[in-house]
């Protein structure tokens, strides 16, 4: 393989970019009870419906409502407004929402306000504070902890590595993914992140250790089949990085996941093309 392919490897795929829009929390709506409907959850669904069609007139409406409301009703129109706000890309505004609606969420429900604090670091991340993002989302973490939310302490520690890494972190954020598959071993973005983290530093044998785990639990992720045709190129096996990328494509033909692998995969042909010209030149010019 040559150096420029294995650079050109090293860039991507990026599944530690961040959480938001795509993030667990945010498409998640709070629970509610089988048939449970009143003026403020119905007014809560209403807004979301309207993020998906209009995120601009919700942020509008969820500001509105904010501004007229108190207790639940208000830490409700944060969050949409949060949400709405997200969609829209205003990062700034969607942490300031998540924020306001931990703060007015009672300190008893710990597990609330560990979501909201995720949601907040998230934003914060993605508008690129990466320390921003590090303060809220190890708040989150101890609320999660306090609740007994395992899951949700595993996202939070996700989310935290994923700071880490764009502070340049790389051994914390490495710590902070052994706590996220610790607590929830069941989620393949634990490993995935793990296996990327540690491809990228080098560490190849575990790099194929952690791939293998989030293999096992979600074979059909094409994030998880690309990460495995690199780490299996890095290391020389580049039959085996044919059959991950090639699984990838017949996934999903058309998804973005499967243009990657297909430029992957030209990029291997081209430098076996290359390589056994490269040779002859070389003994060519040898005296």
């Known amino acids: 393989m040559s150096l420029l392919l294995a650079l050109l490897l090293q860039v991507g795929p990026n599944p530690l970019a961040g959480g938001m829009p795509d993030d667990d929390l945010m498409r998640d709506r709070p ?127 996700t989310d935290r590595a994923r700071a880490l890494v764009a502070l340049g972190r790389g051994d914390e954020a490495l710590a902070a993914l052994e706590a996220a598959t610790t607590r929830a071993p069941e989620r393949a973005e634990g490993w995935l992140l793990t296996a990327t983290l540690l491809r990228r530093m080098e560490r190849l044998s575990e790099a194929q250790a952690a791939i293998e785990r989030a293999v096992l639990l979600t074979p059909t992720n094409p994030d998880i089949g690309l990460e495995a045709g690199v780490i299996a190129v890095l290391d020389g096996r580049e039959d085996a990085a044919r059959e991950s990328w090639q699984s990838v494509i017949e996934l999903d033909p058309k998804g973005p996941a499967a243009a990657t692998a297909r430029d992957y995969l030209a990029q291997l042909a081209s430098t076996q093309d290359i390589a056994p010209v490269a040779q002859a030149e070389e003994e060519g010019a040898q005296p």
């Open 31 to 157: 629970a509610r009870a089988r048939g449970e409907l009143n003026a403020t959850t119905a007014w809560f669904d209403s807004c979301f419906d309207q993020i998906a069609q209009d995120p601009a007139r919700a942020h509008t409406m969820a500001q509105i409502r904010r501004s007229e409301t108190k207790g639940v009703d208000r830490v409700l129109a944060n969050h949409c407004l949060g949400t709405a706000a997200s969609a829209l890309g205003l990062w700034e505004d969607a942490r300031s929402a998540f924020i306001a609606a931990r703060e007015e969420t009672p300190a008893g429900e710990a597990r609330t306000r560990a979501r909201y604090a995720a949601m907040a670091g998230n934003a914060a991340l993605a508008g690129g504070d990466a320390e921003g993002a590090l303060a809220w989302l190890t708040r989150a973490e101890t609320d999660a902890r306090a609740a007994d939310a395992a899951t949700l302490e595993a996202i939070a520690a």
